[in-house]
DNA sequence: ACATCCCGCCAGGCG
DNA sequence: CGCCTGGCGGGATGT
């Protein structure tokens, strides 16, 4: 009766050890390939679970991070609505709008976390908004971690988090990882940027100029600011010294 | 030694 | 009161 055995189907008798997922991703995938070929389907959660050989609680994190970006949504304790890939770019875009990410007085300190309890959905959503915000599509999930931990002490738990999220959208064909560790990057289809940056044809060139160049400029002042604040105090002093000996407005 | 991920305890909520 | 939910982070495993 507990949360986690796995719901017996027919492999009946000897199980003498519970072992549901062989394979965590393997069960995302094949739940995916079944599901989203046909579209806008209520679905019974205990169901997916044994037929896809799901733990439980493993389950209800993919849930819980898929309803986040509006994949599927829960109904009722044990029917989900299944909704499709089709649905994230545009709660993606809902989010970005909601933000203001694209407000060039934007701070994304904002994004940064203050609650001292860390919802799933949540954590998805700050992280998929950071692409956005730097306006870039690879992320390092430690750095990510300490800015987004910066107001609280979570840092560790976020960092656990992180890995789980990425690790299912990454299944799901949302992020690749790259080779340098902690690093994941944005599927193309997903990255949204400003539609501003691509240029009025009225302005005049220096109107136009000054304009990509703002533009430009408070991203990099972004990701200056993104990865001075999480540097190491090391990295930091550093930083600050070299700053002062070559008057070079902060490097990296 | 660090990066990554597994695992399941247990508190809080809800019926 | 029992079951569902999911935050949490220790620690095993991988490289």
């Known amino acids: 009766m507990l949360a986690e055995p796995k719901s017996a189907n027919s492999p009946d008798i000897s199980e003498s050890i519970v072992q549901p997922s ?8 094949s739940l995916i390939q079944c599901l989203d070929c046909q579209c806008e389907n209520v679905l019974s959660l205990q169901r997916i679970a044994s037929q896809f050989n799901f733990y439980k609680r493993r389950l209800y994190d993919v849930i819980n991070v898929y309803e986040s970006i509006g994949i599927c ?3 009722s304790v044990d029917s989900l609505l299944w909704i499709g890939f089709s649905n994230v770019l545009p709660t993606l875009e809902r989010l970005v709008r909601k933000e203001r990410i694209f407000e060039k007085d934007y701070n994304i300190d904002n ?6 309890s860390i919802t799933i959905s949540n954590l998805t959503h700050k992280f998929l908004l950071l692409f956005s915000a730097l306006h870039q599509t690879s992320i390092d999930i430690k750095q990510c971690s300490k800015f987004l931990s910066k107001k ?6 976020i960092l656990c988090k992180l890995y789980q999220i990425t690790y299912i959208l990454e299944s799901s064909n949302i992020i690749v990882k790259s080779q340098k560790p902690g690093e994941v990057i944005l599927n193309k289809e997903y990255f949204i940027e400003n539609q501003k940056i691509y240029i009025h044809p ?4 220096d109107a136009l100029l000054n304009n990509s160049e703002n533009e430009i400029d408070f991203y990099e002042k972004r990701r200056k600011y993104f990865s001075y604040e999480t540097m190491s105090e090391k990295q930091k002093y550093f930083t600050m010294l070299c700053r002062e000996t070559f008057s070079s407005p902060m490097i990296l």
């Open 22 to 29: 062989d394979n965590f991703k393997t069960s995302i995938q």
């Open 73 to 75: 949504k829960k109904l």
């Open 111 to 116: 994004l940064s976390i203050e609650e001292t």
């Open 152 to 157: 609280n002490d979570k840092f560790k738990t």
């Open 202 to 205: 009225l302005l005049s060139i």
